[in-house]
């Protein structure tokens, strides 16, 4: 006998071929760090514009307050 009251489960195929890893997302700074490394000229020049910006602000504000 067969009861018609329970429902048929039926498998996502999607979800059973998903493989599961194991291994956490990589951090924010890990990826910062690798993109960094990759674009070489761009972060060195991001950097360089960075502190002469600065420097720029302190020399400036310095020169205010004198």
Same mark, same amino acid.
């Given at each position: 006998? &067969? +009861? /018609? &009251? #329970? *429902?048929?489960?039926? #498998? +996502? *195929? /999607? /979800?059973? &071929?998903? *493989?599961?890893?194991?291994? *956490?997302?990589? &951090?924010y700074v890990k990826l910062a760090m690798r993109n960094m490394v990759r674009k070489r000229a761009? /972060? ?8 002469? $910006? =600065? =420097?720029?602000?302190?020399? $400036? =504000?310095?020169? =205010?307050?004198?």
């Open positions: 006998m &067969s +009861n /018609s &009251s #329970v *429902p048929e489960q039926t #498998v +996502n *195929p /999607s /979800s059973a &071929s998903t *493989p599961i890893t194991t291994e *956490p997302k990589p &951090s761009t /972060s060195l020049q991001h950097f360089i514009l960075t502190t002469v $910006g =600065l =420097l720029a602000v302190l020399v $400036g =504000l310095a020169y =205010l307050t004198r």
